[in-house]
């Protein structure tokens, strides 16, 4: 018998994988970036839909296997892409596509998870978007090695350093080499 792995999760992307099955892209908490497929959740009526959407975030169940990790079972925790505003979504993709970029295999670091996790929290809370994804963005990169400048204390002092803190960013995408 399969060892069972039970994490919370945000669905960062969803591509179909067959006639009913979709593959998920999960950033977890303990177990890193996990590619995963879900079966029949393409299906109309399918009950884990609503908790594999896209940003969602659900406590998930995964399974590894010898083609890989299945999805065995999911629960909605925050609808993210619900309670974000309609203008603040393309914001929250492009951080979710920047995290897909840079998150190579299974890197266990609760800082990736955090700092998405506080970056939707405070886009549905429509705190400053700006100065949140430049935070965001920054955590990213220095969880990963890419950025070793101090992070700013709150969203204020992100918006105040805007400048800097973009040219940072953009050398630690540049340092990444993808």
Known sequence: MR??????????????????????????????LVRARAQGLR????????ALATLAE??????????GWRLAGAALVEPWFGRIPARERERAGRLAALSLRLISGEVA?????????????????EEDADAAEIRAAL??????????????????????????????????IEASGL
Do not use: C, M, Q
């Open 43 to 50: 299906k109309s009526g399918a009950k884990l839909a609503p």
């Open 139 to 172: 955590a990213l990169l220095a969880a990963l090695g890419l950025d070793a400048g101090e992070l700013p204390a709150d969203l204020e002092r992100a918006a105040s350093g805007r400048a800097s803190y973009i040219s940072r960013i953009n050398r630690g």
């Open 109 to 125: 670091d609760e800082r990736l998870f955090d700092a998405l996790a506080a970056f939707l929290a405070a886009l549905a809370a």
């Open 3 to 32: 060892h069972k792995y039970a994490t919370r999760a945000i669905v960062l992307g969803r591509s179909p994988a067959g006639e009913a099955n979709a593959s998920l892209a999960l950033l977890t908490r303990e177990l890193g």
């Open 58 to 67: 659900s406590e998930v169940i995964l399974v590894r296997g010898a083609e």
